[in-house]
């Protein structure tokens, strides 16, 4: 994107906290990192950027149902109008909904007010500028932008639409899974945004359906709202269990992520997820290419070229991960943290609600239980997602380490994102988290008792740059 720009200044100075500007998006926490007044010049500043670079003026705002939400979207908005660009508001609702708006309306920026999968005390923006990821110099630039002034000022004005966003949603996802089928399936949005969708489409679907932490609560009184960390998911693994259920379906805060679990009341891992929805659009697309991000097995990669697909690994990231689709053509993208793209049939977001209705569709055609399908797919001797707290302003000179470490040793290793090691016993990966104060390590093996062996040359390297954990 181009950053020549004709701006007015400003007569007051201006300086976000520089640790809420993240490489996706920009988040911090309510009333220490984050305030209604960044908010403000948050949407000015956008907007600023989005008029200067596009000519265009339309930004849609939706948020999510956290309890700081309607405050800093009042600001947010504020902030916009007075740039001279106009908003559509379209009220709560997941993230998904405002990628949906922006796709269906053709808007010139959309943002996203969102804490994503943290905490109640946090909060944050995610942004789109013509229907692609807004992030990394982008939101940098941004910070600068701010910094000295470089704002337009004009008057804007609040839009109406005869056109229902959020009906308009429903229908579609709706639309992802039409055959009939007789399942029994448990749901927890985890009092995220998107409760009041999940009960709309359970309400219009056929075979049963039990959703816990249903009601939209910026408390978030049950759990925590991420479903990738397994104590999240203890309440709807009980629920399978104890209603027979087929399979679960859990959502992050704002749901973009999805996470499956099984008749067993096990969680189904990503790279699983993976596999089959490549296969499923393999039969209809052979040869597609197919993206997984560097967090994924080795044997992922090696099961989706066997399939026949062009598969390609990328960074982490979903901002990374939709930029690389859109470079590619892929039809499918799945990041291990369960954000998961589809491009076939749809719009190559990322959308936990549309993804789990692929999900349904794929069992509603299956003669097998989930548990019996996951069973059946190659073992994979595989660590979970390791995460090990490191101030931010350590963690990715804690990677440069590494790098060199292994550099002087002419040992080769892959920096598309981090860290990849490959060798005779199988593989490791150390990245800096773009989103916490945290490094992310995996390690995969050949073999089950080579796991040990991984896992000792993590903590080598980590015990050298002064980390002292016991993976």
Avoid at 156 to 163: A, E, F, H, N, V
Wanted: include cysteine.
């Amino acid at each position: 994107m181009s950053q020549a720009f004709d701006l007015q200044e400003i007569i007051t100075n201006y300086q976000l906290d520089q640790t809420i500007l993240r490489e996706y998006d920009i988040r911090g926490i309510i009333g220490k990192t984050l305030s209604t007044e960044d908010a403000f010049y948050i949407g000015k500043a956008f907007a600023s950027y989005v008029i200067t670079n596009t000519n265009a003026k339309d930004i849609v705002v939706a948020r999510d149902g956290r309890l700081s939400s309607p405050s800093l979207s009042n600001s947010l908005i504020d902030g916009i109008l007075s740039t001279g660009a106009n908003v559509l508001d379209i009220g709560v609702g997941p993230t998904p909904m405002l990628y949906f708006a922006s796709n269906i309306l053709n808007s010139a920026g959309a943002v996203m007010i969102t804490g994503s999968h943290n905490g109640a005390d946090y909060n944050g923006f995610k942004m789109v500028i013509e229907n692609k990821p807004f992030f990394g110099a982008d939101i940098t630039f941004l910070g600068e932008m701010i910094e000295n002034n470089r704002l337009l000022t004009g008057k804007g004005k609040i839009l109406t639409s005869d056109y229902d966003i959020r009906s308009a949603y429903l229908l579609e996802l709706l639309d992802a899974c039409l055959v009939e089928y007789d399942l029994t399936i448990a749901w927890d949005p985890a009092n995220g945004a998107t409760g009041e969708i999940v009960r709309e489409i359970c309400d219009n679907s056929p075979g049963k359906h039990i959703i816990i932490n249903e009601k939209i609560d910026g408390n978030f009184p049950n759990h925590h709202p991420d479903p990738s960390v397994e104590e999240n998911l203890t309440q709807i693994k009980q629920v399978i269990i104890k209603n027979n259920c087929d399979f679960g379906l859990a959502f992050d805060g704002d749901g973009d992520r999805l996470v499956v679990i099984d008749d067993k009341g096990r969680v189904v891992d990503t790279e699983n997820l993976i596999s089959l929805f490549a296969a499923d659009i393999l039969a209809k697309s052979p040869g597609a290419t197919i993206i997984a991000d560097v967090k994924a097995s080795e044997s992922l990669f090696e099961d989706l070229t066997l399939s026949g697909a062009n598969a390609i690994m990328w960074k982490t990231g979903h901002s990374f991960v939709k930029s690389k689709m859109a470079e590619t053509g892929a039809l499918f993208a799945g990041e291990m943290s369960g954000h998961l793209f589809f491009a076939d049939k749809y719009y190559g977001f990322d959308d936990g609600l549309y993804a789990a209705l692929r999900v349904i569709e794929l069992m509603a055609n299956s003669e097998f239980s989930l548990s019996k399908i996951i069973d059946s797919m190659p073992k994979r001797f595989i660590s979970k997602e390791l995460r090990i707290d490191v101030a931010e302003n350590r963690k990715f000179e804690v990677i440069k380490e590494v790098k060199q470490r292994l550099t002087q040793m002419q040992i080769p290793y892959n920096d598309i994102d981090g860290i990849r090691v490959k060798n005779d016993l199988g593989w490791w990966l150390l990245r800096a988290s773009n989103t916490q104060g945290a490094i992310v390590a995996r390690f995969e093996s050949y073999k089950r008792e080579d796991l040990v062996f991984l896992k000792q040359q993590l903590q080598d390297q980590l015990t050298l740059s002064g980390i002292d954990i016991v993976l």
